[in-house]
């Protein structure tokens, strides 16, 4: 089992940061890749960034690509997402995911409880 504990959303004016934290625990969460994807009101799960535990792969949605970074600090066992130049389609609950690449693609096996950022114009 992993377990992992999203912090760090809240409400924030366009424009403005924010730092998501996933903080990851129980066994063998390293064999995972870190994923962060939203969920906005009336709207499907998307994918947002991912990282290996080794940091040697990182992946950026197109969309964010520029304005979200996503890192690790191994000592903590924490993936963070850094969101800059906010707006308000950005709104949503934002979800840390551990998965793995499969034959028909990626699956996420283990899901945080998700944190709301909310973006005012």
């Known amino acids: 089992q992993v377990q992992l504990v999203e912090s760090g959303g809240g409400l924030v004016q366009a424009g403005g940061s924010l730092r998501l934290s996933c903080a990851a625990s129980?066994?063998?969460?390293?064999?995972?890749?870190m994923n962060w994807l939203r969920q906005a009101p009336g709207a499907e799960r998307e994918f947002v960034a991912r990282i290996s535990w080794s940091g040697g792969s990182r992946v950026v949605a197109d969309s964010d690509k520029g304005r979200f970074f996503i890192s690790r600090d191994g000592a903590k066992n924490t993936v963070y997402l850094q969101m800059n130049s906010l707006k308000p389609e950005d709104t949503a609950v934002y979800y840390c995911?551990?998965?793995?690449?499969?034959?028909?693609?990626?699956?996420?096996?283990?899901w945080g409880q998700g944190t709301q950022v909310t973006v005012s114009s």
């Open positions: 129980g066994r063998a969460f390293s064999s995972y890749a």
């Open positions: 995911a551990a998965g793995m690449i499969g034959s028909k693609g990626w699956r996420y096996d283990y």
